[in-house]
């Protein structure tokens, strides 16, 4: 849903990579990133079939498990500037291809006449924005001291595409090199290479609806997680939870009829005292209320783009002093 450039993108690509696989082997050769026959022949067309489709079925997979995790990023920017993104990327990291294979030979002698072929630099320069601005939300522990969280497993994924060749290096590298020149405010590079509004609206008119999705209706709205699997694991977390709520709600009645209290002024205090409040029918006095704390409305936003409503979102930043990744996860406890 809202993530049909992502969604094109998966289903076209991974579908040319398969065909010419498996039904039209001998069409590969057109779509080899042979950077010999672009400096010595200018074949510069190259340069766009190259660096689009894959030639191996183990990069088409890996990357476009990847293409599906990021399309969070679409939902945020909109497709527009996501696919500016992209676009800016996919012609930087050329550049920085023919640069590091320069370097590469300069320094250790080493002639690479080929890489790997894919739309490899756009996906690994992803991982730039995913890792600043995608909060870290803890999901497990391994042996007690190994932290699993919500991108784990993007990044092991990145890992096993960053493994499959011989150079797939140099495109990595050159990914988040470009990833890095495009998002970075000195630069000013998503001024300059950016698609045009009437492009976009082109693109909107013809194609959106084709790969456009539904909004999903029969699912329960909790935090996104960043794959499938994680997603499934917090509903059963949040299963989990309201089961234990419920058995303490029960404990606190039992301690209230005999007299004590259980104590949540430790945890988040201004948020838990209202609660305590409403829930013995009495308005506590206004000495006892803490001042509101200012709440930043991107944090607000990043939280809402995460599946929690605007209310709650508030209510969390609010007890949590402005702390995202607390605020996430006490959202995702409560």
């Known amino acids: 849903d809202k993530a049909p450039l992502s969604k094109s993108l998966l289903l076209v690509l991974s579908a040319i990579s398969i065909l010419l696989t498996l039904l039209f082997p001998h069409y590969q050769k057109f779509f080899a990133y042979n950077l010999q026959a672009i400096k010595e022949d200018f074949q510069i067309w190259r340069l766009v079939c190259g660096r689009t489709i894959c030639l191996d079925l183990k990069d088409t997979f890996c990357s476009s498990l990847l293409i599906y995790n990021f399309r969070i990023f679409e939902r945020r920017y909109g497709s527009r500037k ?6 800016g990327v996919w012609m930087l990291s050329a550049l920085f291809d023919l640069l590091l294979v ?30 600043s601005s995608i909060p870290r939300v803890q999901v497990t522990q ?25 150079y797939i290096w140099i495109l990595a590298l050159s990914g988040l090199i470009s ?24 693109f909107s008119w013809t194609l959106e609806p084709v790969f456009s999705s539904a909004e999903p209706t029969n699912e329960v709205r909790v935090g996104m997680g960043a794959t499938v699997d994680i997603q499934r694991q917090q509903r059963m977390e949040l299963l ?3 089961i234990m709520m419920s058995q303490v709600a029960q404990m606190r009645r039992q301690r209230q009829q005999q007299g004590g209290m259980i104590n949540w002024n430790r945890l ?6 209202r609660h305590n409040a409403n829930y013995q029918d009495h308005r506590p006095s206004e000495q006892g209320i803490p001042p509101p704390t200012e709440v930043s409305e991107e944090q607000v936003a990043r939280l809402m783009e995460m599946g929690f409503s ?12 402005n702390d995202l990744n607390v605020a996430t996860n006490f959202l995702l406890q409560h």
């Not at 370097?103 to 924005?129: D, E, H, K, R, W």
């Not at 994924?157 to 493994?163: D, E, I, K, Y």
């Not at 508030?314 to 007890?319: H, K, N, S, T, V």
């Open 82 to 87: 996501f696919s500016s993104f992209l676009l």
């Open 102 to 131: 320069e370097i590469t030979q300069y320094i250790f002698g080493i002639t690479i006449n080929s890489l790997p072929s894919g739309f490899l630099g756009p996906v690994f320069a992803l991982f730039v924005p995913f890792y």
């Open 142 to 166: 391994v042996l007690g001291h190994f932290s699993i969280t919500n991108k784990s497993l993007v990044y092991i994924l990145g890992l096993q595409l960053l493994t499959s060749g011989s």
């Open 179 to 202: 990833g890095i020149c495009y998002n970075s405010t000195m630069l000013k590079v998503h001024r300059i290479l950016c698609v045009p509004k009437w492009v976009a609206k082109i």
């Open 240 to 242: 989990d939870r309201q």
């Open 268 to 273: 988040f205090p201004p948020l838990r005292h």
């Open 310 to 321: 605007r209310g709650d979102a508030l209510e969390a930043l609010r007890a949590s002093n």
